[in-house]
């Protein structure tokens, strides 16, 4: 009878004793349920923070006017770039001549159509116009691009106060003029930044989250558009780069 009055006396103990260890260890699981959801938060809500800023005019038309007419103008400049051009100084993964803008023609497979134009530049207005205009307008135009994707250099925008890795695309829209002269309108297309990295989750990479490049799109530049223009210049002079050079 003594062992069972001994029993009966230290069970109330051993049993709060219990739910103060389960209390204290809810505690501790809440704490770093807590942590960790304020650690994915603040991961999550972070690219919203960073201090990006363009240094530079606004956005204006950048055009040539050459004394070709449009189809003798694209005909040279495809001949011209037809083994790339180097624009810009850019670094990427590879070394060497790699990295080359090429030109593909209206009606292209690669050329983008209205679609994406429409899709991707809803704010550029000049793009928005060039869209509207009718397919015989367009039939002499180009489309400058660098085809790794992975080819980036220095522009008008800073990340943290440093210049941010900048890329685009190029449109290049000829126009006839009087006196057999062209007029060439030059358009930047996808014009995005590169800065650092973001948390969060890809349809390329399972259910997990993860770090991916921080890729965002951005307002067209304007120094960029005049160095293509400087280029066009030198390719319709005879005195543009070629590889190797």
């Not at 103990?13 to 209390?23: A, F, K, T």
């Not at 995005?192 to 390329?204: C, K, L, P, R, Y």
């Not at 307002?219 to 280029?231: G, I, L, Q, S, Y």
């Amino acid at each position: 009878m003594r062992s069972n009055r001994r029993w009966s006396y230290n069970w109330p103990v051993r049993r709060r004793r219990q739910i103060e260890g389960r209390s204290v260890v809810g505690v501790i699981v809440l704490a770093l349920a807590l942590a960790a959801s304020g650690t994915l938060a603040a991961l999550l809500l972070y690219p919203r923070f960073k201090r990006i800023e363009k240094r530079g005019p606004a956005p204006s038309a950048v055009i040539l006017t050459i004394p070709q007419k449009p189809e003798a103008a694209s005909a040279t400049l495809s001949d011209a770039f037809r083994d790339g051009v180097r624009l810009f100084e850019g670094t990427g993964s590879a070394s060497g001549n790699w990295y080359r803008f090429r030109t593909a023609r209206f009606g292209d497979p690669i050329f983008p159509d209205d679609f994406q134009l429409k899709t991707w530049s809803r704010g550029d207005p000049q793009v928005r116009q060039y869209v509207e205009l009718p397919t015989n307008r367009k039939k002499d135009d180009l489309y400058l691009f660098e085809p790794t994707g992975d080819y980036y250099w220095r522009s008008e925008y800073f990340y943290r106060g440093d210049p941010a890795r900048f890329r685009s695309s190029f449109i290049l829209h000829l126009e006839p003029q009087a006196n057999d002269q062209t007029k060439i309108d030059i358009m930047e297309y996808l014009p995005e930044i590169w800065v650092g990295e973001e948390f969060g989750w890809s349809a390329h990479a399972g259910p997990l989250p993860g770090f991916f490049h921080d890729i965002r799109m951005v307002a067209p530049t304007t120094a960029d558009r005049t160095e293509v223009a400087k280029k066009i210049e030198e390719a319709l002079a005879g005195t543009h780069d070629t590889p190797g050079r």
